[in-house]
């Protein structure tokens, strides 16, 4: 395990002393009317990348910036982002799908904790919801949900509705709405009607990524059903969970008449990704078997089609076999007899042509027809999840190693066109017609956006599907940048950095700003280069946040990602302190003033950094696995049942190991204070993971806060907790660096 170095210190860090900040700190009112200046400060970069216009440096800014400005301590600095505005923000969007000219997508809302599906249109580019308030488009597919609706468009200008059908949260149903065109005379909300019939007691089902049928009177989902345990002996969800694919009517008989429901195939215990050929004779689709992960071995299936009914599988790419695992993330149809799959048999996910033979179902050919060093893809967290579409211009795909480019290869001369300049990361959700793309695009510079990308030559660029508005905040927020450090053995260690931003603000000359190491979760995830509010808040007021790549991260290839295999609690406790004490060497961190935070895997990293090592002195742990020993079978849910047995190893056999690396098993060692976050609902890390660190904290007198969020699972959907969330972790700061740490900030009660 990581020890520190002379940069760090020994358990609780020092608050800053206090007999200098009051006439540093009279100044905030009048820093409040000072106008923006700007230009870029004179620090020094990790690698050679010159640091963002209007970023801090904590060695030297420019002269005219510290004559006019009042110098206050990092961490003070005031801000009009509020934890307010975090939670209001704290919404996401995902699952763009288009109806003619029409753009759909999901969109959470943190003020009903609802997912709402919105549209809009050239010539009606304000979103509006498509489906009454209180219906929450979305699943618990895998635990994180699928893609929770598919859309049929008007088939001409006389035939004025849309065909919907979707997955409501509040009953796990697929249901089936006619929905006007948008512009149109009619102005109600459409009145769903249920496709599926409702769970029977002692069984939960829920519907994932539905697809045309062959002959448009279907839909074929993923079905996901788990019977309810008997007993201590039959808790394991594994034992009582099936997936199928599965055809559903789209008329509703299945609704009353469970019996109208075909089952189309089975094969593994996982299925995700099913793709019916053009001419409607054969499935592909993409199933994995526990101990695996999809993203360490899985395997692509193709049958003939027998009256709506799958036959004998055939495994055509991906699996286990000797000491070879190839990961296989997604499948599209190019022709009847051509499949292409995104699969990493090199080490990368690279895109796959496979030639079938048209009278039986073997590959005459399998061909990477684009081998780059780089991936093409990500890990399957969601059934429905689509990196690469092939059209009749081309197959469409993001690429890249952190930093992405969204590019058309041609089939006929394999050239690469890249589609939407300026834009360096996309999301794993992309749609297309054939026509157009539809994708959630971010990037630094120009923020995040849903981009329609025309595909036909010389047919323009790609444009956002609604205008970019001024952000009054944007002077607060910092220009992420992509970094990598070296750790001890020569490795590259990843990661983003947010440098404390203001448009007025300056620190004392020589101060160093205090530094929030960010862990994301996963662990197999990745951080994107995208401005972040809730970083910007920390940012706004002069801290710096370092979102690590840890070793285990998606996007740099599999040997990257294989890193963390049996070495979970140990290269991302490695990672995280490379990064810390980089930045500190830079003069970019203060490494007496430098806390770690994280949710979920980031929360287990974030504990075992605290347990492990002593660089930290403060900790914000969000819904974690605490005990590994107890995070699995029975004790999480289906799809993560066994995720320990390769992040870890097995037990009884490595019992030990686990013991030595668990922070419940060495919580003892947490010396330094702690907020602890956690949803009461949450089935995938469970309130006992949290509630045994704050147990022993409070036995040891510890100082920590603890938040149980009743309403919420496993991530915080609620403003208020978000809210709360943020609040408790400047309490923390507060205790730690100082109590003159975000003056501007009122806590209140319930907060804390």
Not at 334 to 342: E, R, S
Not at 672 to 680: D, E, I, K
């Amino acid at each position: 395990m990581t020890r520190p170095g002379p940069a760090a210190t020994q358990g609780w860090c020092p608050a800053p002393t206090e007999a200098d900040r009051p006439a540093q700190l009279a100044g905030l009112a009048q820093l409040a009317g000072l106008a923006q200046l700007s230009g870029p400060p004179n620090s020094p970069a990790l690698l050679n990348s010159p640091p963002p216009p209007n970023s801090l440096s904590s060695r030297t800014t420019r002269s005219h910036r510290m004559s006019t400005a009042p110098r206050l301590p990092y961490g003070t600095w005031p801000s009009p982002i509020t934890a307010e505005a975090v939670a209001d923000a704290s919404g996401s969007t995902s699952w763009p799908s288009g109806a003619g000219e029409e753009n759909w997508w999901c969109a959470s809302d943190p003020a009903t904790a609802t997912v709402r599906l919105l549209r809009n249109a050239p010539g009606h580019e304000d979103p509006v919801p498509v489906l009454a308030p209180g219906i929450s488009v979305r699943n618990r597919s895998l635990g994180y949900g699928g893609k929770p609706y598919w859309v049929s468009a008007a088939p001409s200008p006389t035939d004025n509705h849309h065909v919907l059908v979707f997955t409501d949260h509040s009953d796990q149903r697929l249901y089936r709405a006619e929905v006007p065109r948008l512009g149109s005379a009619a102005d109600s909300f459409p009145v769903p009607v249920p496709l599926t019939p409702a769970d029977p007691p002692g069984r939960e089902t829920c519907w994932a990524d539905p697809v045309t049928g062959p002959d448009g009177t279907e839909v074929w989902c993923v079905r996901e059903t788990t019977r309810a345990a008997t007993g201590p002996h039959d808790a394991d969800p594994a034992v009582r969970t099936v997936r199928e694919i599965v055809a559903v009517p789209l008329s509703g008989v299945a609704a009353d008449d469970p019996g109208a429901l075909r089952v189309v195939a089975r094969s593994h215990h996982f299925l995700c990704g099913h793709r019916l050929s053009p001419d409607g004779r054969r499935l592909a689709w993409i199933g994995w078997d526990h101990p695996h992960m999809p993203w360490d071995s899985s395997e692509l299936m193709v049958a003939d089609l027998h009256d709506g009914v799958a036959g004998e599988p055939v495994r055509l790419l991906g699996g286990s076999h000797g000491n070879t695992e190839v990961s296989v993330s997604q499948t599209a149809w190019a022709d009847p007899d051509t499949l292409y799959a995104m699969a990493d048999p090199n080490g990368w996910w690279n895109l796959h042509r496979i030639d079938l033979a048209p009278d039986r179902l073997t590959a005459k050919a399998i061909t990477n027809v684009l081998p780059l060093q780089e991936d093409c893809a990500g890990p399957v967290w969601r059934v429905g999840a689509s990196w690469f579409t092939a059209t009749p211009h081309g197959v469409v795909l993001p690429h890249g190693n952190g930093r992405q480019k969204l590019s058309r290869w041609s089939p006929e001369d394999g050239e690469l066109t890249e589609l939407a300049d300026g834009w360096t990361h996309f999301q794993g959700d992309l749609w297309s017609d054939g026509d157009r793309i539809l994708v959630r695009a971010a990037d630094p510079a120009q923020g995040s956006a849903l981009l329609s990308i025309p595909l036909a030559p010389g047919s323009g660029p790609a444009r956002r599907t609604r205008p970019k508005s001024v952000d009054p905040l944007a002077p607060w927020q910092p220009q992420p940048e992509r970094r990598s450090v070296y750790d001890a053995q020569g490795r590259p260690v990843h990661f983003v950095l947010h440098r404390p931003t203001h448009p007025t603000a300056t620190a004392p000359e020589g101060e160093l700003p205090p530094l929030l190491v960010q862990v994301h979760g996963g662990p197999t995830s990745s951080t994107g280069v995208t401005a972040d509010l809730e970083y910007s808040f920390f940012t706004s007021r002069g801290f710096t946040v370092a979102d690590v790549d840890y070793g285990g991260s998606t996007g740099y290839g599999r040997a990257y990602r294989d890193r963390l295999r049996g070495q979970w609690g140990t290269v991302d406790v490695d990672d995280c302190v490379t990064v810390a004490r980089a930045l500190a060497a830079e003069g970019l961190a203060d490494p007496a003033r430098t806390a770690v935070r994280g949710g979920s895997a980031g929360g287990w990293t974030t504990l075992a950094c605290l347990v492990h090592t002593d660089v930290f002195c403060a900790g914000t742990v969000l819904y974690p696995i605490s005990d590994p020993a107890r995070w699995r079978a029975d004790q999480t849910h289906d799809f993560e049942s066994r995720y320990v047995d390769t992040l870890i190893g097995e037990l009884p056999r490595d019992q030990a190991h686990f013991d030595k690396i668990s922070p419940a098993a060495n919580a003892d060692r947490i010396t330094v204070p702690l907020v602890m976050l956690q949803g009461a609902d949450d089935f995938i890390c469970r309130p006992d993971q949290a509630t045994c660190i704050v147990d022993n904290l409070a036995e040891r007198g510890v100082w920590h806060r603890f938040l149980l969020f009743e309403g919420e699972g496993h991530g915080f959907r609620q403003a208020n907790s978000v809210r709360r969330a943020l609040l408790a972790e400047v309490a923390l700061y507060r205790e730690t660096f100082g109590s003159h740490i975000a003056p501007d900030v009122p806590l209140d009660a319930d907060a804390l």
